[in-house]
C-alpha cells in the first residue's frame, strides 16, 4: 500500500486501533478522517491531532453509514482509502448462552456495517487511480474464543467476506486489504498485559502496510493465521483451555 498521499477515512478511529493508526497516517502526511458513536473521543483525538478531522457515525443504523458515506464524497472528493475499523466485543456466556441484545450489536457492528460501509463508498473509489478497502479482522476469526464466540464468528465472516470483496473488485483500481490483529491493548480487552503493546502493534502494522501484501499480519499473529484446517480444532482447545484455567 502507498503510505503517503492518501486521504483516508476510518471508522472506530477515536481510540484503541483505530486512533493509533489514524495519527501513524496522520504523521506521514494524509488527510484522515475518523468517525465513532463518541463525540467526546473524537473531538479528544483530532484536538490531540490538528488537521485531522472527524465524523459522527453509527455503524449500526444504515441511515448513518448513507449519510456519512454522502458527506464524505461532498466534503472530501479526493477520499481514496476506506479502513473498516470499527467493532465491539462484549465478554459473553462460555456456557453459550447468549444475550440477544449483545449478539445483534455484535453482528452489526463488526460484519454488517464494514459491508454497509463498503457498498456506500465502492462506486466512489472505482473512480479513483488507487484506492483501497482495508477490513480489521481479528485472530479470532482463526481461533475462535468460547468467551468471545459471536466476535470471533463475526471475525470469520468478515475474512470470508473480504475474500470474496477481494474478487469482485480484482480488474478495478481499489485494491481489498485485511489486517487480523493478535490481542492488543486497548479499552476493549481492558488492557490486558498478556496483549501486544498498541504502540508495537501500530509500528509493526504500519511497516507490513508499506508492502504490497494483502494480507497485513505482524509475527506473533500469523500461527494463528495459519492455524485453519483438518486439525484446526487443536489449537482451538488448547486456547481456550487455557483461557478457562484449564
Known amino acids: 500500500m502507498k503510505l503517503t498521499g492518501n486521504t483516508i477515512f476510518i471508522t472506530g478511529g477515536g481510540s484503541g486501533i483505530g486512533r493509533g493508526l489514524a495519527e501513524a497516517f496522520h504523521k506521514l502526511g494524509n488527510k484522515v478522517i475518523i468517525s465513532g458513536r463518541s463525540k467526546e473521543r473524537l473531538e479528544d483525538t483530532i484536538q490531540a491531532n490538528p488537521g485531522m478531522s472527524a465524523v459522527e457515525l453509527n455503524i449500526q443504523d444504515p441511515a448513518s453509514v448513507n449519510s456519512v ?6 466534503e472530501y472528493p479526493d477520499l481514496n482509502v476506506l479502513f473498516n475499523n470499527a467493532g465491539v466485543y462484549t465478554p459473553e456466556d462460555p456456557t453459550g448462552l447468549v444475550d440477544d441484545d449483545t449478539l445483534v450489536q455484535t453482528v452489526t457492528t463488526n460484519l454488517l456495517g464494514p459491508i454497509r460501509m463498503a ?14 478497502i482495508i477490513n480489521t479482522t481479528s485472530i479470532l476469526g482463526f481461533v475462535p474464543v468460547a468467551q468471545g464466540a459471536v466476535y470471533s464468528a463475526t471475525k470469520a465472516a468478515l475474512h470470508s467476506y473480504t475474500l470474496t470483496q477481494r474478487y469482485i473488485l480484482k480488474d478495478t483500481s481499489v485494491k481489498v486489504l485485511e489486517i487480523a490483529p493478535p490481542l492488543v491493548q486497548t ?6 498485559a498478556n ?44 486456547v481456550n483451555d487455557m483461557m478457562s484455567g484449564k
Open 119 to 132: 457498498a456506500a463508498l465502492q462506486e466512489h473509489l472505482k473512480s479513483k487511480k488507487e484506492a483501497y
Open 69 to 74: 458515506a454522502q458527506h464524505l464524497m461532498n
Open 187 to 192: 479499552q476493549m480487552i481492558n488492557y490486558d
Open 195 to 238: 496483549a501486544m503493546p498498541l504502540t508495537a502493534f501500530i509500528e509493526e502494522t504500519m511497516k507490513v502496510l508499506g508492502t504490497d501484501t494483502n494480507e497485513v499480519l505482524v509475527e506473533s499473529a500469523k500461527m494463528y493465521r495459519n492455524n485453519p484446517g483438518p486439525n484446526e480444532n487443536i489449537l482451538v482447545n488448547q
